[in-house]
């Protein structure tokens, strides 16, 4: 495996049911990312996570809990989600280091909220 | 006002043409400029990077960056339907690796 890559590709839920969402970054950076991709809407950061250590988090709902267990691995935990939650989840890593940094996206997962 | 405004297109262009996108911005503090493409089904991808003011070229990729207008293009000449995807502007202030700020995306389709 290259670059990041995230499972499930799609997960189709309903709003009682708890899933999460996995991430994994193969580029031996130190930074990683959630964000949120709605329709004709630019890409909301939710959650940032820098050496192992939340640094942001955007006012998301607490039905989005994020967890990072080591620089490689990045998870969304999901519960009670409502059906504007619906949208590509994608996942990013990069170098944190100052000044600008790439940042290397995964393809996402396509959530839908019955 | 948001901070950065991109026409969300779609932009629909026969092949060969030259093809313009672009994006405007209020912040007067960002100075990384980032132009990512995004297939259908797929995360973005980097495809142009600029610091501060000025024009970089890439093959059949230009882009420029105007900080006096606010104003930021990515020009792709010679395009092919390979190029049809959505394209996003991204910018940061520098002060943090982690704050991107991003366009809405403009939906490029090349026609062949």
């Known amino acids: 495996e290259t670059g990041v890559t995230q499972t499930p590709r799609h997960l189709v839920m309903g709003m009682t049911n708890k899933k999460s969402l996995k991430c994994e970054q193969h580029l031996g950076h130190n930074a990683m990312y959630w964000y949120k991709q709605s329709a004709k809407k630019p890409l909301e950061l939710m959650f940032v996570y820098s050496l192992e250590e939340r640094v942001e988090n955007n006012s998301v709902p607490s039905r989005f809990s994020p967890e990072c267990p080591n620089s490689s691995h990045l998870f969304l935990h999901l519960h009670t989600l409502q059906p504007e939650d619906s949208a590509l989840y994608l996942c990013?890593?990069?170098?944190?280091?100052?000044?600008?940094?790439?940042?290397?996206f995964g393809p996402g997962t396509r959530l839908t909220v019955l | 006002q948001k901070e950065v405004e991109q026409d969300p297109g779609p932009l629909s262009v026969p092949e060969g043409a030259i093809v313009s996108l672009n994006c405007t911005y209020s912040?007067?503090?960002?100075?990384?400029f980032m132009w990512y493409r995004q297939y259908s089904r797929k995360g973005p991808e980097l495809l142009m990077y600029t610091y501060s003011s000025g024009n970089k070229e890439d093959g059949r990729f230009t882009a420029q960056v105007d900080k006096s207008s606010k104003y930021i293009s990515l020009f792709i000449r010679d395009s092919q339907p390979s190029d049809s995807a959505t394209y996003l502007c991204?910018?940061?202030?520098?002060?943090?690796?982690?704050?991107?700020?991003f366009g809405s995306g403009t939906r490029l389709l090349v026609r062949p």
């Open positions: 912040n007067s503090a960002f100075q990384y």
């Open positions: 991204a910018m940061s202030a520098g002060d943090s690796s982690y704050k991107l700020i």
């Open positions: 990013a890593s990069s170098q944190d280091r100052e000044g600008y940094n790439e940042q290397f």
